[in-house]
């Protein structure tokens, strides 16, 4: 007999997990078309976004205005298709840096 686990999960809009809610490596997902992600918190309490890149056209930077958790993860990618050339980005833990 075939079972399913159903991972923790969100449909809200740029929702991440909060670290309190989590335990270390466990997943949570978000399947809002809109900014969707595989999270984990890491044995520092922070929270790690997994892919896919987030891409927006006006300039704002994922995870702007979240609901949930703030903030991105360290290593986060995002395509700003703001400028011309689309400009790939960066989370350094601070800043958004050109790649």
């Known amino acids: 007999m075939a079972s399913s686990i159903q991972l923790l999960r969100s449909n809200a809009a740029k929702e991440r997990p909060f670290p309190g809610n989590l335990l270390d490596g466990q997943p949570a997902i978000n ?3 809109q900014e969707p992600g595989l ?3 890491v ?5 790690v976004k997994i892919g896919p890149v987030a891409i927006t056209a ?3 930077p994922p995870n702007f205005a979240a609901v949930g958790l703030s903030g991105n993860s360290v290593g986060e990618l995002w395509l700003d298709k703001s400028v ?3 400009t790939l980005k ?3 833990g601070s800043v958004w840096i050109s790649v």
């Open 43 to 47: 044995t520092d309490g922070t929270v």
């Open 31 to 33: 399947v809002n078309a």
């Open 39 to 41: 999270f984990f918190k």
């Open 58 to 60: 006006d300039g704002t």
């Open 90 to 92: 960066v989370w350094d």
């Open 84 to 86: 011309a050339p689309p």
